[in-house]
């Protein structure tokens, strides 16, 4: 096995891009929740995400209008939520990082249940260049066998 070297990087900037991702994560997180109950109902309301998301009323209001300062939903007085094509954009390359989250740990022999509560904090905060190994090695033909 070979030795781990420590990051080069130093903590602060480490640290930072933790920050950063906690950040755009509820949005991340809301976004591919709200695309996920209108694909499967025809239309996300804040009772609807309340319950998929199992938190309070007033979280999912504060949440929406979070979004919607960003761009990335729009919601009229009484009207459904609904996503940007931002906010859409943003869900779709969410979704694909889990899978390909839970593809890797799947290839390394992870049970798929554990796989997916586990990508779910993973997704978050892993790189492109990261993500593109992981799919670099999906692409192999030993690790596809074991997904």
Known sequence: MAAITMPTTAPRERFTKTRRDHASETFED????IDEICSSTGSCRVRDLALFMRVSHVTVVRIVRRLVAEGLASKGSHAPITLTPS???????????????????????VPLAQATRDAEGIEHHTSSATLRAMRRYLARPRARAAT
Do not use: P
């Open 87 to 109: 906010g859409a954009r943003l869900a779709r390359a969410a979704r694909a990082r889990h899978a390909t989250v839970i593809s890797f740990l799947r290839a390394l022999g």
């Open 30 to 33: 809301y976004t591919e929740a």
